[in-house]
């Protein structure tokens, strides 16, 4: 298992630089950049030499007079750039063109709210999706299972962002409660206190169901069908002829072996959770990384998006890593086919 | 008579590769590092993982097993062994992290009088070792799990019905 772990981390680190490769590639394909933009803005405004020195000035600071592969070492933090080593291996996010600050200053607080609420959906969708997915293969065609399928099918055909507009409407008309933003406002751009704490859990349900609701249909129909394969194996009749009990029967290897995809799906899990909360932070007003984004990537403030980019591919190889260990030890441990080993 | 099994070579330079590609990722960037932060300690530990795993290679290489009429003995800066009277548990897992479950490596681990011994497939003949263990296992009356059986009969190891 050892050799196993090491194999896994060290195809984790060509891996993040190829992902860093493509980012800073993809960051750069549109034509120009922030500041290209902001002196055609500058100029149609027929705005003074001097700022138009100081995009200059800034031009050099950022390195982005430099060729593409410099660019790339230096935001890396593989090549001196006029601040020395000074990219992202060194902790450096860069400097955001739109807010005029360090990208770790901007982001603050919400890398660990983002972190939160996606991990939070991760737990959801397995708290509920487990025990339905089981309820349902193992009554399959009950008025339970149809009545869960009805559900699993709507919860996959909704838009996280269409619920959670539906939501802030009803919630608004009858209950006169405004849903949005992740705590009160009076805790806005205040330090963390326990009751800051308390309001940021008050208001992480609703996100989380919304954001949860397409992963668990998805997880319960693939749990159901995974199930449903085991329990019609012939081992599980062979079992039930020796009168093993229903429950012992069940968890012993069926479930054990359903619960493959579900380890599986851990690393896909996790892009699908954050690039799907993207929408629904706009929509609810969510202080977290995913406006962020998306504002970054409209506007070419290539150092945040960047950085972002990095960040979510960082969490994915990760996850995929989790899940990769985890499944060889839940594997069954038994070899079908014969023949030499490695 | 005694039978002599080593970790193969090929798979031992393949490891020493590994774990020097491993050493240079991990110590390179932290020329490059001039304060502390996480990723300092990240590829701090990295960096002793892999270490870690490069003397565990050299470990493999000058260390070989002998499984004799009397036991099953580890040769090496190391000297372990178990007498086949101890022999206490014999287990075969196959690991593999693929859906088809190919490709994936088995483990053998034998336990006797506190000792424990834990035996990759990448060692040499380890079809065959895996078989005079489990002879001396089965002269023994160990209780063989289901699991093991199964692998055991992967391995082309005749198991008789109801041993496993």
Redesign the interface.
Known sequence: ????F??R??VM??TLLVISILTFIIIQLPPGDYLSNHLEELKSQGESATAMAKIAFLRTQYSLDKPLIEQYAIWM??WPGPE??SGL???NWGQSFIYDLPVREVVGDRLGLSFLINFSTILFIYIVAFPIGVYSATRQYSIGDYGFTLVGYLGLATPNFLLAMVLLYYANVYFGISIGGLMDDKYLNQPWSFDKALSVFDHMLVPVIVIGTSGTAAMIRRLRANLLDELQKQYVTTAKAKGVPRLKGLIKYPIRMSL?PFIADIGNLLPDVISGSVIVSMVLSLPTVGPLLLEALRSQDQYMAGSLLMFLALLTVIGMFIS?VL???L???????????? | MTESFSYAPRNLIADYLRALAGILLSFLPLLLLNRLSVIVWILVFLLFLFVCYGMRTLLRQVTRLEIGETGIFVIGPFKRSIRWEDLGDFRLRYYSTRRDREKGWMNLKVRGKGVRLSIDSSIDRFDELVHLVYAAARHRHLVIDPVTGRNLQALGIHVPVGEA
């Open positions: 298992m050892f050799t196993y090491v194999h981390l060290l680190i060509p933090g593989f020395g080593f291996l060194q902790g493959n990769d499944l060889a030890l594997d069954p441990r038994i070899r079908l086919s014969g023949g030499a080993t490695k």
